[in-house]
């Protein structure tokens, strides 16, 4: 079940609508990609196809220390992982991916209700 609010819905509490867009930037720094490798697993290129998965639930989530929206992804890859990523949207449509690990067993289960 969900309720259509303008171009975005919700299901079960989480928004999903098109938040990427196609002509969206992604800011990648050594650091950033290492971390997501060393902790999760997880390379900048999977990190950017999950985003951009158009069956991807992304929530906003309040805003960075400067004031950028800050969203949470959960979106497939072309292999089919399906990742749980939090990301910062910041000036001229480019995104920072803070973090990007596995979606747990529910975060899963609630893509493929969604992605049906």
């Known amino acids: 079940m969900y309720t259509r609010l303008g171009t975005a819905c919700i299901y079960d509490g989480v928004y999903f609508g098109p938040e990427m867009q196609q002509r969206d930037e992604?800011?990648?720094d050594d650091d950033n990609e290492d971390k997501l490798?060393?902790?999760?697993?997880?390379?900048r290129y999977e990190a950017e196809e999950a985003a951009t998965d158009p069956n991807a639930s992304?929530?906003?989530?309040?805003?960075?220390?400067?004031?950028?929206?800050?969203y949470v992804f959960?979106?497939?890859?072309?292999?089919?992982?399906?990742?749980?990523?939090v990301g910062v949207l910041k000036r001229d449509r480019i995104w920072r991916i803070g973090s990007?690990?596995?979606a747990k067993f529910q975060?899963?289960?609630?893509?493929?209700?969604?992605?049906r």
């Open 26 to 28: 992604f800011e990648w």
């Open 37 to 43: 490798a060393a902790r999760h697993g997880v390379d």
């Open 58 to 70: 992304v929530k906003r989530i309040g805003a960075d220390r400067v004031g950028n929206p800050e």
């Open 74 to 85: 959960v979106g497939k890859t072309d292999d089919g992982r399906i990742l749980f990523m």
């Open 100 to 102: 990007a690990r596995d």
């Open 107 to 115: 975060e899963k289960r609630a893509y493929r209700k969604r992605s």
